[in-house]
């Protein structure tokens, strides 16, 4: 969409949209300092996916995320590396290698999870359920676009 055909209400959307990404950067980064922890926005993502999913192929991590598979790759490589992850091959297609939380990987995940919980919960809180719940809606509108 060329900037051109933007409304004025359109730019202002854009302007709060742009503004509430840098909040919840910023608080991102003051609950990283809580936890004491690096496990920085990508990487707490694919620990995340990961562990929604209870295990993943790396190619399924990467289509999830819209990484190539060499970005995925390397990043799979690092967590691996940190031990974070592991790699499990498919009892019944070889071919097939799952990756898997390792336990500090999971206690990592879960104990990021429960503070990132509070800084959503504190961005949302002058919202009413109806509010939160039509917010939501609209979310969804806009990721299956």
């Known amino acids: 969409m060329c900037s051109s055909l933007l409304t004025e209400n359109d730019k202002l959307l854009l302007d709060d949209l742009t503004s509430l990404m840098i909040r919840v950067r910023k608080n991102w980064q003051k609950t990283d300092e809580e936890v004491k922890n690096s496990l920085t926005p990508p990487k707490y993502l694919l620990l995340y996916l990961i562990y929604k999913n209870q295990k993943l192929t790396a190619s399924e991590l990467g289509r999830q995320i819209g990484l190539s598979s060499g970005s995925i790759?390397?990043?799979?490589?690092?967590?691996?590396?940190?031990?974070?992850?592991?790699?499990?091959?498919?009892?019944?297609?070889?071919?097939?290698?799952?990756?898997?939380?390792?336990?500090?990987?999971?206690?990592?995940?879960?104990?990021?999870?429960?503070?990132?919980?509070?800084?959503?919960?504190?961005?949302?809180?002058?919202?009413?359920?109806?509010?939160?719940?039509?917010?939501?809606?609209?979310?969804?509108?806009?990721?299956?676009?």
Do not use: C
């Not at 967590?79 to 790699?87: F, G």
């Not at 206690?107 to 990021?112: G, T």
């Not at 429960?114 to 961005?123: C, G, H, K, P, Y």
């Open 73 to 145: 790759t390397t990043a799979v490589n690092k967590l691996v590396n940190n031990h974070l992850i592991s790699r499990k091959r498919d009892s019944r297609d070889r071919r097939v290698t799952w990756l898997e939380l390792t336990d500090e990987g999971k206690r990592l995940i879960e104990e990021n999870f429960n503070f990132r919980q509070e800084l959503w919960l504190n961005l949302f809180e002058n919202l009413s359920h109806s509010e939160r719940d039509q917010f939501r809606f609209l979310l969804n509108k806009l990721i299956s676009n």
